[in-house]
């Protein structure tokens, strides 16, 4: 099971409006609210780990010092692999931040390994100019595998008002 993407001390999220049909689908915009990973780790994880299933933390921060606070959180838990998010196309700083560079994303890849006790994912983003650069760049960090891939970014526009739908304007 792949838990929701969390963070230190909890997330509100988007405003709305953050989800909308189209013709081909939905395009959400959710922002990553959570109830954050202290939260998480106390009331949601036990009842997870009953289940004898295998548990993939999928995390974020807004710098490489809470990710790995995020990744070393994790390290007295049951989760059996952490899934990194650098990728969000819906979060303002943090997130994808490091995942549209191959050196940000190697510096945080590098960092969350010296502390992660688990194997560690990254989760890439399809939202730049070359993805194999960056994946590249992760695997010589010393990530454990690549996570492909984040969402791919829509616009819907309300014509008769001729704004977008979405609070955030884009969504995924």
């Known amino acids: 099971i792949s838990v929701k993407g969390l963070c230190l001390g909890g997330r509100m999220g988007n405003p ?9 689908g939905m395009l959400n915009c959710v922002g ?9 780790i106390e009331h949601d994880l036990p009842w997870l780990l009953s289940k004898n299933v295998a548990i993939i933390a999928n995390f ?8 790995c606070q995020a990744a ?18 819906n979060v303002h700083g943090g997130g994808m931040a490091f995942g549209t560079s191959p050196e940000a994303a190697a510096a945080v890849t590098r ?25 590249r760049a992760c695997a010589d960090a010393g990530a454990d595998g ?3 891939i984040n969402t791919l970014l829509g616009m819907r526009i309300d014509l008769n ?3 977008p739908i979405l609070a955030n304007v884009m969504g995924g």
């Not at 709305?16 to 081909?24: G, V």
């Not at 959180?73 to 952490?82: D, E, N, Q, Y």
């Open 161 to 163: 008002r001729r704004k």
């Open 72 to 89: 070393e959180a994790f390290a007295p838990t049951g989760v059996h692999m952490l899934e990194m998010n650098i990728s969000c196309p």
């Open 146 to 148: 690549l996570s492909l």
């Open 60 to 67: 974020f921060g807004t710098s490489i010092d809470t990710y």
């Open 16 to 24: 709305p409006s953050r989800l909308t049909e189209t013709p081909s």
């Open 111 to 135: 960092a969350v390994k010296a502390v992660a006790t688990k194997p560690v994912y990254i989760k890439l983003s399809p939202n730049v100019t070359d993805i194999v650069s960056i994946a």
């Open 32 to 40: 990553l609210q959570n109830p954050g990973m202290e939260s998480f």
